[in-house]
C-alpha cells in the first residue's frame, strides 16, 4: 500500500499570497497517477486536479499541480477567501487507492 | 448533472450490519466504476473500495473481509454492506462515481453512520 504524506499539517496564510502544499509517497505513484481535492467544513470533497497536473474544467487556474514519482505538489498563485479549506492528495496508481492525511489552509 | 445521494440507518449496533445505498440520478450509470469513500469525526479520507456497472468490486483489503458492493443499474442504485460493525467504523460515508475506477468526480452529500450501542 502506498502511503501519502501531506506537508504542512496547517497553512496560514492571508488571501492575496501564493499556497504550496506537498503529498510525498512511500513509494513511486506509477504514471503520475496523483489527484488532488479540497473539502470545505460539511462538504464532500471537490476534484481538483487529476494526473498530477491536469486541471478538472471549471478549477480556477489559480489551481495548478506538479511533481512525478514520489513528490507532488499542489499550488495555489494568489489565494482567494473560498480557498481556504482542507486538501487532500489521492493517488491511484495502485490498488488500494489511498488518500495523505489532509493539508489545512487556514486564514492567517 | 449527475447527483449522488446516501441512505440508510444513521445509527448501527456494534456487530450488526451497516447498509447504505446510493441512488444515482442525472446520469447512466453505465461504463462508470461506482465507489464509496469513508470519513471518521475530524479525520481524513479512507477508501472503501468500488464497483464496477457491470458487477466486478475491489475492495480495500483492510476492510475486504467484512464489505460487500452491489449495484442495482434498473434502480440507478448501488449498495454497501459492512458486517461486524465496531466504533472505529462511524464515520460519514460518502458514495461517488469514478471513470476508471481512479479519481472519483461526482459525490454524494455524506451520511454520518455512528456505531454505538
Known amino acids: 500500500e502506498i502511503v501519502l504524506m501531506q506537508s504542512p499539517g496547517t497553512l496560514s496564510l492571508s488571501p492575496g499570497e501564493r499556497a504550496t502544499l506537498s503529498c510525498r509517497a512511500s513509494q513511486s505513484v506509477s504514471s503520475s497517477y496523483l489527484a488532488w481535492y479540497q473539502q470545505k467544513p460539511g462538504q464532500a470533497p471537490r476534484l481538483l486536479i487529476y494526473g498530477a497536473s491536469s486541471r478538472v474544467t471549471g478549477i480556477p487556474d489559480r489551481f495548478s499541480g506538479s511533481g512525478s514519482g514520489t513528490d507532488f505538489t499542489l499550488t495555489i498563485s494568489t489565494l482567494e477567501p473560498e480557498d481556504f479549506a482542507v486538501y487532500y492528495c489521492?493517488?491511484?496508481?495502485?490498488?488500494?487507492?489511498?488518500f495523505g492525511q489532509g493539508t489545512r489552509l487556514e486564514i492567517k | 448533472q449527475v447527483q449522488l445521494q446516501e441512505s440508510g440507518p444513521g445509527l448501527v449496533k456494534p456487530s450488526e450490519t451497516l447498509s447504505l445505498t446510493c441512488t444515482v440520478s442525472g446520469g447512466s450509470m453505465s461504463s462508470f466504476f461506482w465507489g464509496w469513500i469513508r470519513q471518521p469525526p475530524g479525520k481524513g479520507l479512507e477508501w472503501i473500495g468500488y464497483i464496477y456497472y457491470s458487477g466486478s468490486p475491489n475492495y480495500n483489503p483492510s476492510l475486504r473481509s467484512r464489505v460487500t458492493m452491489s449495484v442495482a443499474t434498473s434502480n440507478n442504485q448501488f449498495s454497501l454492506r459492512l458486517t461486524s460493525v465496531t466504533t472505529a467504523d462511524t464515520a460519514v460515508y460518502y458514495c461517488?462515481?469514478?471513470?476508471?475506477?481512479?479519481?472519483?468526480?461526482?459525490w454524494g452529500q455524506g451520511i454520518l453512520v455512528t456505531v454505538s450501542s
Open positions: 489521492q493517488q491511484y496508481g495502485s490498488s488500494p487507492l489511498t
Open positions: 461517488a462515481r469514478s471513470e476508471w475506477g481512479s479519481v472519483y468526480d461526482y
